[in-house]
């Protein structure tokens, strides 16, 4: 059998999550350090993604990682917080120079945290990253503003890779980093080698992209620096816990990263807003573990033929032999 | 020309919004009162629809009274807070007993203050009633659970109307009253005259009704008890200005309401994350003004005759000399 | 185990398919003759859904029941197709009433050949019943063309079936009957006993609704007359072979049909036009075949015990095991 | 006043439509030069796009040229007809290398009648080329094919310009040229000067993108072909007549195309099933007429310091005012 991939969680699946209604809280506030215990006691986890500044923010990066080690908690991915109230208008969007000034600079000091906590990547999640309204915003202008800003970060920090977790809406009705293409698109205008793509598997299903020929594309282009899963209605980024609602397109999801070689980390970034997050990050891992076995057993030469036929039939069938036997088999 | 109809606001468009990734709010805290006073700066609006419990939660009602009153507001509705934290997994659809008896409670509480303050309804706005995944409910049981709780309220306060604002979902994944329909039908089981419907121009819009058609379902069986407006992309609830983004469909729901006679109030239910509230309130009003002159405009009978022979084409020239000449004339 | 329930088709399951791009169609030509022998290939089929007027049209019912007959094929449903070009403005609702009289008189003979085959019900599917543009219908005076056409039918075949086919769009724009609950809404106000819902999952599945709830409804309400399945991607109406995209929520359809006792024909509504139509026929079926098993897998205690909480981790985790482990028992 | 630009419309406009319900078709057949005759009755139009092979299919280029010059139309491209019964399964993305030549074979053809009647391009809708279901293709193989074959097409006929017609989805399920962002990655990856886009507005929309938004990246990247007008509900390709739902959406469009210099014809995509075509055609112009004058109306000045604070209300004023009396001024 394959050696099983690391598995990983943004942190934020352990915090506290608020929206608009619920203005008190799913639950009770998490400190990081709090957040990062639960996702100890998860028990599969290798490594978290979090978010930068800490909370509280004083909180010093040591601690920060001395509560990972006694977890034994690696880091993947730094998260630095470029959406809350002062970027509201936007980070590298933003009409107003100070702020996309002010976004460097935190975005920098995230750089430093990866580095000191060893992660993979920044990763930039820029939610409030453009418009609302019809005629709000010059489309170049802000095209502009992104691209020189991505490509102004990169060049100051050539060491570091910077991973765009692109969506279609939320927070903001219209984002700018909307889709994989619009995104690699972009990164071919900053032309250079350290940005690249976090592809999350339910901002691709419920932005009408196939999550599988988003994976192969961003490979394509050597530009996928991570991704992460959940699932969804097809409608809005619900982050619902992985596979329970689609599970086939997440096993071809799977399928396309490992036929590509890719092997990077199996990342949930679930919002279990009325569920034990410490339960739903499990059970996630084990939807996972599911898939990773089906891999295994997937008949992949007759899958590939049937592929070539484009025979759509003989290839689902292919696949979902493969994906119930194993969990079954489990 | 026919008499201005009076123009309303839920308060919560003056207050602060939060959501799950600006946790710090789009803007700083705000009151009740101070958002009574930021309302009475708009300087169009006859009545707010008022959150309870108040902001602090001990505030008095008298000193709410006063504050709408030194603002000349009054108050078409009292929306209890039936979808906090306490009641994130469901108010009426509550699986815990003691939750569901909760919301009575709280709605009961907030029947007092309608009274007080001469509201027309008390709003009910469910938004944790439903579920989130495949096979979490007994569909049966939280029917049975949101039908009989209805009910004991009506029926304990048969003075006071209630007026259920649908939508599809948000924040729950899946709301158990979606839509028009199946509100209306439910409220049949229910079988008391006191409940009925406030229905939201964008939540029929991106629940993919026709809200003109809804209006006049609603009326039609006697139970459009309010009404608010304001827009999106079809895809989620937005809650942008009126008008913005689909004033043509706006302008077939305000007719509809107008050939059925429905006299109540025209009201805003916006959230201007990033605009100024004051401001977004009165492009709302401004928007609503042209279309009541674009009613007055409007070659009725011609327009019937159309309809009678579902002439799209000219039915929607009609339509458009109205909107877009009385726009201009203002 | 269970006994297995009867599986059924739609005959045009086995036609020639054509659309606004293909105009020459998906395939060659089939007559109904043809699509019953086809039918009978398929192997597990019972029962069959058959269009009226039969192709070529001046066919004898005598005919198709031979070939009926010889495929060893019972008939569920008669299909008049009141959605041709003569009624493409509309069939109950269209706004010419000679229109509306040829409607109540083609399903008059469908009423016949319905009685002359055996068939359970009468199919009503008014694709095109509805409207296309804001402002073109007075949608009162629609409400009562349907409520008023569907009622004198029903009333003039006291001993028959009628089953609406709700469907949210396509081919019209927006359709009339397009939700369980806006259909059991206007069943409501015809009162009479024998019209009731044909509940097409896919319909329910992009329409927002979770079929399973829609089951429910119909069933409580006494409504459900018919049911088929089939996929799509939650935006349109794809008529993908059943399960190959969401087979965790077609597993609640099916489990809350079975907790009610329907038990009725399992039928496939499928539209495989790049795909050989017996074998997605047999595609289909395994696919239902799958669940059948998987229902009596379910730990329907435990399962309801979750629900009973509303614990969606739970609950999932019960179904998941059942659907995944009968697969592989197949 | 602003010079108007040439109007167009492409030819089946004036056809026979057909689709899986009315396979009768919505209307009696349409020749070729009855549907050139019926466009020259609309009056407004200066330039037509043509499908090809004719109807019927033996009908000579002299005769449409006669016909054209009777009406006094010119032709803006010519569209082969790529997506019939031969390339349901895909055109450049075809699993059968047969149909990829005959593609490039059919599409040849098309670049000679394009030579002869003096068309600006040849239109490319790729409506079959994609995949149905999850597992069905090989993403970096259907790549590869759609980009070769664009590319040597390209490369064959280095005069003629080939303008993609992008678009989610229908008739395939998923399709291959998607989005604009995704069909300017592939052109990037063609590496020819030759291939472009034409943006249908409606397909823009409906595909989640802003068309203003679009236009512009097509356009800084020198690929706006051509591009045509239509409305719809957001959520599938309705092609209703322009600007009867989203008025502000086109005229920010119209606006984005002047700002950038574009100065191409503007043409009509609609498919008016149910009304008649001429009618619909002249009411399309109309709406595009009273956006031209609008941009002529249209305080630039102000707009553009607007958008450059991202002021949303601000800009949509200033918006709002010059569409809404320009109409009446009309």
């Given at each position: 059998m394959t050696p099983e991939p690391r598995y990983g969680a943004?942190?934020?699946?352990f915090a506290q999550y608020v929206d608009r209604y619920a203005t008190d809280g799913y639950g009770p506030p998490v400190t990081t350090l709090e957040a990062i215990d639960l996702a100890g006691q998860v028990g599969d986890l290798a490594v978290v993604d979090l978010n930068f500044p800490?909370?509280?923010?004083?909180?010093?990066t040591a601690e920060v990682a001395d509560a990972l080690k006694r977890n034994n908690l690696g880091v993947v991915g730094i998260t630095p917080e470029i959406y809350t109230r002062e970027f509201?208008?936007?980070?590298?969007?933003?009409?107003d120079a100070a702020v996309r000034r002010r976004t460097f600079e935190l975005v920098s000091e995230a750089v430093g945290v990866a580095s000191e906590l060893g992660a993979d990547y920044v990763k930039?999640?820029?939610?409030?990253d453009g418009h609302d309204y019809p005629f709000q915003v010059d489309h170049a202008q802000i095209w502009s503003y992104a691209v020189t800003g991505l490509r102004s970060l990169a060049r100051a920090f050539p060491e570091t890779k910077f991973a765009i977790e692109y969506?279609?809406?939320?927070?903001?009705?219209?984002?700018?980093?909307?889709?994989a293409a619009k995104t690699l698109l972009a990164i071919g205008d900053m032309d250079v080698p350290n940005v690249g793509i976090l592809l999350d598997f339910g901002h691709s299903l419920y932005g009408g992209e196939s999550p599988a020929d988003a994976a192969q594309l961003a490979i394509d282009y050597g530009r996928l620096f991570g991704m992460d899963v959940n699932d969804n209605l097809?409608?809005?980024?619900?982050?619902?816990?992985?596979?329970?609602?689609h599970p086939i397109e997440l096993f071809e999801f799977f399928y396309a990263l490992r036929e590509c070689g890719w092997d990077g980390v199996w990342q949930l970034d679930q919002f279990p807003f009325r569920e034990d997050s410490v339960e739903a990050a499990r059970e996630g891992i084990s939807v996972m573990r599911t898939i990773h076995r089906a891999l295994d057993a997937l008949d992949v030469e007759a899958l590939r033929a049937a592929q070539d036929r484009q025979d759509a039939l003989a290839a689902g069938k292919i696949a979902r032999r493969a994906l119930l036997g194993a969990q079954a088999g489990g």
């Open positions: 943004g942190l934020w699946h800490f909370n509280p923010p004083g909180l010093a509201c208008r936007g980070a590298f969007t933003n009409p930039l999640w820029p939610g409030q969506k279609p809406r939320e927070p903001r009705v219209s984002m700018f980093f909307s889709s097809r409608g809005w980024d619900d982050d619902l816990v992985a596979g329970t609602v």
